[in-house]
Each structure stands twice: as C-alpha cells, then as structure tokens.
T-cell receptor
C-alpha cells in the first residue's frame, strides 16, 4: 500500500536559515506528490505539488523536486521567516484518480528571530 | 468563494452519545472527502463522495460511522455510540472533477473530544 515517511520534528531554525524537510514515499504506480502546510489555528493549505518524475513544485520560496529514483520529495527553502512557522505535511495520491491523499505524520517548523 | 466550512468547530461529548458533523464544500465542487487527524499524526482518509454517491470507504470507517451527501452539496458525518478513541480532528475537503490536478481544499476541521 501507499505510505509517506517524513523527518520528525520539531525543526527549530533561526530566521534566514536554510530549510530542508525530508520526505520519502512508497507507492504503486506513479503518484502525484504534495506538500501541505497547516498554520496555527488554520486548516490545511496546499503549498506545492508535482505530478511526475523530475517535476519541481514551487511556491512562496519553497521548492520540492519529485525524485523517482530515490522515491523522495524533500521540501527546501533558502531563507525561512518567522511567518513560516507551521506544520508541514508531505502527501501522495495515485495518478489518474481523484481519491484519497495519503499523508505523512507532519513536521513542525519553528523559526525564531 | 467562501472556502470549505465545517460545523461545529468543537464538540465535547460523553462516551456513548451520538454526534453529527456538517461540511459545506466550495459551491462548484462535486467531490467531497472526510479525513480524521489524531494528535501528532497526519490526516487519514475516511471516505469520499462524487456528487451524492459514496465511492470509497476506508477500513477506519467502522459501522458506528456513517456519512451522507444527500443532494450532492453538503455532507454529514455521524458517529454513533462514541468512544474515547474517536477523539480527533475531523477534516473535510472538496475538489472539482474537471480540474486535472484534482486539488483538494480543506476546511478548518471539527475537533471532537469524547469524555
């Protein structure tokens, strides 16, 4: 079956530091991959996505590249801000369907001044 | 576009009671999903509707759980004879089948506490 593994948090960084949150997956076929973000007190929001191998998703300075050979989709940002403090979830969905997302356990990011 | 809304936002109930949650999707979205999120975990899929048809159910959805979407618009999720293990955040999401990305938009969730 499908599964997503994320690095455990919390990750604590100083403002302007470089961020990497690791995500690896197991899936049949060729899934689409997603990063969702959950800010305190808010619902899940789609941050970025990639639908095929070697695609790079990007949004708000965050990037992630779909690596089929390593089954990975690591999230990166060159310079984090305090406002990036949130919980980040990696997720996958099997290609060609509109059905369920399979999520990782989430990684809490805390950015300090 | 008012987004996905859920009601109530919080519910505290005693073990053994029945509870019902409501989800209103984005108006033109024909697909609706329910997920459950427990503390420190990612959301887990429960069930999914396309219009009024319930097309997929997770094994997590025991016979105490029932979901409906009677007119293909809002949906309800009922839990009968609640147990403490049902305490969680219940998330609703919706999407539009004509969008190739099938992006799911999430509501703020209903937090259930069973005492």
């Amino acid at each position: 079956g499908n599964s997503v593994t994320q690095m455990e948090g919390p990750v604590t960084l100083s403002e302007e530091a470089f961020l990497t949150i690791n995500c690896t997956y197991t899936a049949t076929g060729y899934p689409s991959l997603f990063w969702y973000v959950q800010y305190p007190g808010e619902g899940l929001q789609l941050l970025l996505k990639a639908t095929k191998a070697d695609d790079k998703g990007s949004n708000k300075g965050f990037e992630a590249t779909y690596r089929k050979e390593t089954t990975s989709f690591h999230l990166e940002k060159g310079s984090v801000q305090v406002s990036d403090s949130a919980v980040y979830f990696c997720a996958l969905r099997n290609t060609g369907t509109a059905s369920k997302l399979t999520f990782g356990t989430g990684t809490r990011l805390q950015v300090t001044l | 576009d008012t987004g996905v809304s859920q009601d109530p936002r919080h519910k505290i109930t005693k073990r053994g009671q029945n509870v019902t949650f409501r989800c209103d999707p984005i108006s033109e979205h024909n697909r609706l999903y329910w997920y459950r999120q427990t503390l420190g975990q990612g959301p887990e899929f429960l069930t999914y509707f396309q219009n009024e048809a319930q097309l997929e159910k997770s094994r997590l959805l025991s016979d105490r759980f029932s979901a409906e979407r009677p007119k293909g618009s809002f949906s309800t999720l009922e839990i009968q004879r609640t147990e403490q293990g049902d305490s969680a955040m219940y998330l609703c999401a919706s999407s539009f089948s004509r969008e190739s990305s099938y992006e799911q938009y999430f509501g703020p969730g209903t937090r259930l506490t069973v005492t």
